[in-house]
């Protein structure tokens, strides 16, 4: 019997399966093709040339919103956006609240199949009391971003979601013609769905399918609670010698009082199914074309995106080996080297993909151990053609962006140890700053009951002592933080250091030496991540508006002692003048700390990277609430929240996060990790871990994830560590077995996931790494998973 799979994200997942349909005993496989994360052996490539993967990526940056209406009884709204491909939730950002102009500034780097049709981006407003207001949608198609090369950047004009259009899921039919008494009959078999989307409250819908052709209509029967529905009824239709008209197969949910909501249709051209005979196979369902156009657009404000599709072919490892080696040779011989392969790969790098290029040798170089040395070949290629030493560094050149992205690999547990007190205190304190006279509004920090309003005077002192103790706080962590920083960053300032120096060795240029290291450790990593702190993952939420003002200027302050309290800096902003004491303490703090912080030899970094080398790093860790359902009883209420760790070797949990850890699931012994369909838990943000315990015998752990956001990167996490696992599961259950029947698709063998289908070896799908925050973050999003036993 013919297959038709067409498939739609989940979370990364490299091994992908097919379902074994009910009632079905044989299907056409697919041929495998490579998964492009997996290393190949070393072999030699056949005549017919090497197995290529498709893959696609999407960069997306969101930007801000503006002229949204407001959807508050305040006269305002609490904006945030929902990204969604091919109608599953991917990314969420954080929510801004009380404005109709929002900023949001979210970047994330989306894998995801060939296959694609559209990504959407939904603008919601929070309530707390009630189900949060949709205010508007921008779709753009796959088509629609194959024809800007360059990406689509702009504004986009919201439009009114029509739930018409909100379909998802396939049905699988049967189609046939066949003699009758009268003449030939049109016989449809309606036999089961997967993936619907969930139109009630509970997470679910009570789905039925209407078949039309020539004026008559037939029903299936309702199933009630599913998304995987079945039903196995078949229907017959006179067919007249040469009729036009099309059969069309709609998927309903049904609602008791209020209208049915559509789930979806397929229209067949009954003329074709004439000359085929017979049709059977698994059919996306397809929106209404024939619902009302959507209104409000232009007065449902606007979105401002950037999106950039990139549709790439992906060899065995082993051929881009010879790459490799080559660039490692050139490293490796430094500038002085043959070829100059470096050098000229960074003179014909445009300025719009140098941080690409930059991330992505970076991440070649990480993996080949050659990082540092990668970096201080950037530092002597920009010496090289650097006669100023006030222009060194400032430019976006490939060393700039590299040494950024290198931080924010390599440093990033090191900045949150430095900023995370300074700013959780901030947001805590929730005081309002200002130090420049022309802004300060003294209406906003007026005293109440006998006390007189404050003057503008007193606010600029208020405001001047809250920042030098924030200040001096923050460089106090900061000296204290030198046996704290990553071995390899301290070599690689070493490095940055001593190059400098020797090219700037005259007394004028003292200073030279340290501020390029405070060029990147302050201006490029610090100060931005106290301005941004949600981009960094320092917080959850972006900062309200009195609260970034304080981490603007307390940015500004960072900056000027990165700067060595040059008389450039201090001409800019007059107003800072009641800082300068604390910057000149600051710079001889910051001096004193950049000399200790190079001051460390081959043996006691070799010795640091030992030492780091027998500790499992986490591949990922954070707090999750884990349930283990035993099929009976309420299972909301057996969440607990815990700690948990992924290493390379298990999955463990713990009650704090310096607490004692406990091994929950040894990592080869992870079957699968997937998704659980949301009315089993009522939330969307629940994953299962199937796995094997000592004795051999099937498990699973339910988690919850806090958001969308983290359930893909932690799916996407636990995938990428368990790549090589043997027994990988073909097939699962999106739901959980309650009392005598899986919740997701009604059947009763709890042991369905046993006789499965072999697994297919595909390119991975949507994936949303656990990013280093800062770096546009991977995820991350769920892509090509397995298929569900449900479906």
């Known amino acids: 019997m013919k297959w038709k799979r067409f498939p739609r994200p989940r979370a990364y997942l490299p091994r992908r399966a097919r379902p074994a349909p009910r009632g079905a005993q044989s299907l056409r496989r697919r041929p495998s093709a490579p998964d492009p994360g997996v290393r190949l052996p070393r072999a030699r490539i056949p005549r017919s040339g090497p197995a290529m993967a498709k893959r696609s990526s999407l960069s997306i940056r969101i930007v801000e919103g503006k002229n949204l209406p407001a959807k508050d009884i305040t006269g305002s709204s609490d904006p945030y956006c929902i990204v969604k491909v091919d109608n599953e939730p991917i990314i969420r950002t954080a929510t801004v609240w009380k404005t109709l102009c929002p900023f949001w500034g979210e970047e994330y780097q989306v894998h995801l199949p060939p296959t694609f049709h559209a990504v959407a981006f939904y603008v919601m407003d929070e309530d707390a009391l009630s189900r949060d207001d949709v205010i ?16 689509f950047s702009g504004w986009a004009h919201l439009t009114e979601v029509d739930p018409d259009e909100e379909v998802q899921g396939e049905i699988h039919l049967q189609l046939e013609v066949v003699p009758g008494p009268r003449g030939c009959r049109l016989r449809c078999s309606v036999l089961e769905a997967r993936d619907l989307a969930p139109k009630d409250r509970n997470g679910a819908s009570d789905p039925f399918v209407r078949v039309r052709y020539s004026g008559r209509t037939q029903e299936t029967s309702i199933v009630k609670k599913s998304c995987y529905p079945r039903w196995n009824e078949m229907f017959e239709f006179e067919l007249e010698e040469g009729a036009t008209e099309a059969l069309c197969v709609e998927a309903w949910d049904w609602d008791l009082v209020s209208r049915n909501d559509f789930l979806g249709k397929v229209v067949f051209n009954v003329q074709k199914l004439c000359a085929a005979r017979k049709e059977e196979g698994w059919f996306r369902l397809q929106p209404d074309d024939q619902s009302k156009k959507r209104r409000g657009e232009g007065n449902l404000g606007s979105l401002q995106l950037e999106v950039r599709l990139r549709d790439e072919t992906v060899l065995p490892s082993g051929c881009y080996q010879p790459l490799v080696q080559l660039l490692c040779r050139e490293v490796k011989l430094g500038a002085q080297g043959p070829g100059q392969l470096i050098a000229l790969i960074e003179e014909t790098t445009s300025t719009e993909c140098r941080q690409d290029v930059a991330t992505n040798l970076l991440k070649l170089f990480l993996g080949q151990g050659l990082a540092r040395d990668f970096l201080d070949l950037l530092f002597q290629l920009e010496l090289g053609r650097t006669s100023e030493a006030n222009t060194l560094f400032r430019s976006n050149s490939l060393a700039s962006k590299s040494m950024e992205s290198f931080l924010k690999v390599a440093g990033m547990r090191y900045l949150h140890g430095v900023l995370g007190p300074i700013i959780d205190r901030v947001f805590e304190e929730k005081k309002y700053v200002e130090l420049d006279p022309s802004k300060v509004e003294v209406k906003d920090v007026g005293c109440s009951g006998l ?7 007193e606010v600029l002192e208020q405001s001047a002592q ?5 200040l001096a706080a923050l460089l106090s962590a900061l000296c204290r933080s030198v046996r704290a920083c990553p071995a390899v960053v301290r070599a690689t300032f070493r490095q940055l250091f001593r190059r400098v120096r020797e090219r700037f060795p005259s007394a004028q ?10 060029s990147f450790l302050c201006l490029r990593f610090f100060s931005p991540a106290i301005m941004a702190p949600k981009l960094f993952h320092l917080r959850e ?14 940015a500004k302050a960072v900056q000027n002692v990165g700067n060595m309290d040059t008389p450039a800096s201090r001409a800019k902003e007059a107003w800072m003048e009641p800082l300068q004491p604390t910057v000149r303490q600051g710079v001889a703090l910051l001096k004193d700390f950049i000399t200790k912080l190079v001051d460390i030899e081959e043996k006691e970094e070799l010795d640091l990277q030992r030492a780091l080398s027998l500790q499992a790093p986490p591949v990922k860790e954070g707090p999750l609430f884990i349930h283990r359902t035993k099929g009976k009883g309420p299972l909301m209420s057996s969440f607990k929240k815990l700690h948990f760790s992924l290493t390379t070797e298990a999955l463990s949990f713990a009650k704090t996060p310096n607490s004692k850890k406990s091994a929950l699931i040894k990592l080869a012994n992870i079957r699968a990790a997937e998704k659980v369909e949301e009315k089993s838990f009522g939330s969307s943000h629940v994953m299962q871990v199937i796995y094997e315990d000592d004795a051999g015998k099937p498990q699973t752990v339910y988690l919850q994830c806090k958001c969308v956001n983290e359930l893909n990167q932690w799916l996407s996490a636990l995938r990428k560590v368990s790549i090589s696992n043997p027994g990988l599961l073909g097939s699962y259950h999106p739901g959980v077995f309650r009392g005598d029947k899986w919740s997701c ?6 042991s369905g996931t046993k006789d499965t289908q072999p697994a297919e070896a595909l390119p991975p799908g949507l994936a949303q790494e656990a990013p280093p925050p800062g770096l546009a973050q991977e995820a991350p999003p769920p892509g090509l998973g397995q298929e569900a036993l449900g479906s």
Not at 136 to 151: I, M, N, S, W
Not at 451 to 457: F, G, L
Not at 745 to 750: A, M, N, V
């Open 136 to 151: 508007g949608k921008v779709c753009l198609t796959r088509d629609t971003l194959a024809v800007h090369p360059k990406g």
């Open 745 to 750: 698709c009604h059947q009763k063998d709890k």
């Open 509 to 518: 240029h003292e200073n030279v030496p340290f501020i390029a290291v405070t």
């Open 541 to 554: 939420r972006h900062a309200d508006a009195r609260t970034s003002r304080t981490l603007l200027l307390l």
């Open 466 to 470: 809250t920042l030098r103790a924030h």
């Open 451 to 457: 006390h007189r309003p404050q003057t503008e005077a």
